[in-house]
Nanobody, 114 residues
Framework: QVQLVESGGGLVQPGGSLRLSCAAS???????MDWYRQAPEKQRELVAA???????NYADSVKGRLTTSRDNAKNTVYLQMNSLKPEDTAVYYC?????????WGQGTQVTVSS
């Protein structure tokens, strides 16, 4: 069992930046770590992923603005969010996946508004 805790969300103006963190209760070095988001009345969507080897993938809607990274020594993954737009408003969740196992955090709210 891996427990995940996201942090770093908040209210930011359009064009601003936030850095989300996802801290794990144990080693995640073998896990692919994903970031999802869910806006009100919308389905949860995958926005960024980083493999155990450090390869990354992003949804087209966030390419060039969001960057995910990982620090296995700290059991933590990050999502750097720049040039934020109102449509980025959502609850952001991290997910740890490995060999059919999947664990979720509780989510952190990001609100982009002037």
């Amino acid at each position: 069992q891996v427990q995940l805790v996201e942090s770093g969300g908040g209210l930011v103006q359009p064009g601003g930046s936030l850095r989300l963190s996802c801290a794990a209760s144990k080693s995640i070095s073998l896990y692919t770590m994903d970031w999802y988001r869910q806006a009100p009345e919308k389905q949860r969507e995958l926005v960024a992923a980083i493999t155990s080897g450090g390869s990354t993938n992003y949804a087209d809607s966030v390419k060039g603005r969001l960057t995910t990274s990982r620090d296995n020594a700290k059991n933590t993954v990050y999502l750097q969010m720049n040039s934020l737009k109102p449509e980025d408003t959502a609850v952001y969740y991290c997910n740890a996946a490995w060999r059919g196992l999947a664990y979720w955090g509780q989510g952190t709210q990001v609100t982009v508004s002037s």
